[in-house]
C-alpha cells in the first residue's frame, strides 16, 4: 500500500516537473535598472511582458528617434513595449506603430523639493480635473485642433491624486516619413526625490477609447516606479486613492518608506527562479525514488 503510493507521488511530481518546464522558460523576466539622474540614483522597472527598445534594430530606431523629438531635451529613463506588439513591429514594416511607455527626468516641470504634494498641484495647474467619463467623451471627437506634429494638443487633465498627475493628450509624429496621430497620457509624480514623467503613447483611434485602459496602465506605472523606489505599493489594493478636487492639496502624512529593493538580486531571482523551482522539484522527485529503492532492499527477506 505504501509502495503504491509513492508510486504515484513520485509519478505526479514527475509529470510536474516535466509540465512546467516549458512554461517557466516562456516567462519573460522584466528588469528593474538603476539609472543616475542628477546626480542620484533611481529605480526605473519594467512592467511584466513588457521589452526594451533595442537602438540596434532598424524598426525601433524609427521609433526611438520619433520619441526623441517627444521628449524635447528630457532625459530619457528608459523606453519599453509590449514584447509581443514589438517582435511584431520588427517583422512587419506595413504594420501600425505600437504602445511605446516612456520615462523621462522632467526638471522643468517643477521643483521636487517642495514635497510632492505641491509638485503635483503645479502641474497643469489651473485646469479642471475632467475625470475619466469626461475625457473620454472629448477624446470621442478626435484629436483636438491644436496637436500638431510633435505639439500637444490638450484634452483634459484626467486625474490627480496625492501621488500623480495625468493628462490626456494628442501629438502627431513622423515615423518612417509618414505621420500618425498618436494619443498620448501622460503622468507626472517624484520618485526618490526626482520629478518623473511616464508617458505611454499609441495610435488615435477615432474615438479615443484607449484613455480608458491607458489611465490603468498608468496608476499601475507610476505604482510600480514609487514602490521599485521605496515606497509602499498600492496597485493591489482593494480600493484606489480618492481623486483630489482641491487646487492645492492639504499635505498627509509622508508615506511609509521602506528599504528600496535590490535589482540586481531582483533580477537574479526573476532569471533564474524557474530553474531554481524546477531543480527543487527534481531533486524532491529523485530523494523519494531513492528512499523507496532502499526501503524495498530493506524489506527484502535474507
Given amino acids: ?38 546626480g542620484r540614483d533611481v529605480s526605473i522597472p519594467a512592467p511584466f511582458q513588457y521589452c526594451d527598445l533595442d537602438a540596434t534594430e532598424e524598426r525601433d530606431a524609427q521609433l526611438i528617434d520619433a520619441l526623441d523629438k517627444l521628449a524635447a531635451g528630457r532625459q530619457v529613463l528608459r523606453r519599453l513595449a509590449p514584447c509581443e506588439e514589438l517582435k511584431s513591429w520588427r517583422k512587419d514594416k506595413d ?29 497643469v495647474a489651473g485646469r479642471p480635473i475632467a475625470g475619466r467619463d469626461a475625457t473620454l467623451k472629448k477624446a470621442a471627437d478626435g484629436p483636438p485642433a491644436s496637436a500638431g506634429e510633435y505639439r500637444y494638443g490638450h484634452i483634459a487633465l484626467m486625474e490627480r491624486t ?3 498627475v495625468i493628462s490626456a493628450d494628442a501629438v502627431v509624429v513622423v515615423i518612417d516619413g509618414q505621420q500618425h496621430e498618436m494619443a498620448s497620457l501622460r503622468a507626472w509624480t517624484i520618485a526618490a526625490g526626482r520629478s518623473i514623467l511616464i508617458e505611454v503613447v499609441v495610435p488615435y483611434e477615432g474615438d479615443g477609447a484607449a484613455f480608458d485602459w491607458m489611465q490603468t496602465d498608468q496608476r ?5 516606479l514609487l514602490s521599485a523606489n521605496g515606497e509602499r505599493a498600492r496597485r493591489f489594493d482593494s480600493a484606489r486613492p480618492p481623486i483630489l478636487t482641491e487646487p492645492a492639496p492639504k499635505p498627509r502624512k509622508p508615506p511609509a518608506v521602506f528599504k528600496p529593493r535590490d535589482p540586481d538580486a531582483e533580477d537574479f531571482f526573476a532569471d533564474y527562479g524557474g530553474q531554481i523551482a524546477l531543480g527543487m522539484i527534481g531533486g524532491g522527485a529523485l530523494l523519494i525514488i531513492v528512499s523507496l529503492l532502499w526501503s524495498r532492499r530493506v524489506r527484502r527477506p535474507a
Fill in 95 to 123: 504594420t501600425d506603430p505600437i504602445e511605446i511607455v516612456q520615462m523621462l527626468h522632467d526638471p522643468a516641470a517643477g521643483p521636487a523639493d517642495r514635497g510632492r504634494a505641491a509638485y503635483v498641484a503645479g502641474i
Fill in 220 to 224: 499601475d506605472h507610476v505604482d510600480r
Fill in 162 to 164: 496625492d501621488r500623480f
Fill in 1 to 38: 500500500m505504501v509502495g503504491r503510493v509513492l508510486h504515484r507521488l513520485c509519478a505526479f511530481l514527475l509529470l510536474g516537473a516535466l509540465w512546467s518546464t516549458p512554461a517557466l522558460a516562456q516567462q519573460d523576466s522584466p528588469k528593474t535598472e538603476r539609472v543616475p539622474v542628477d
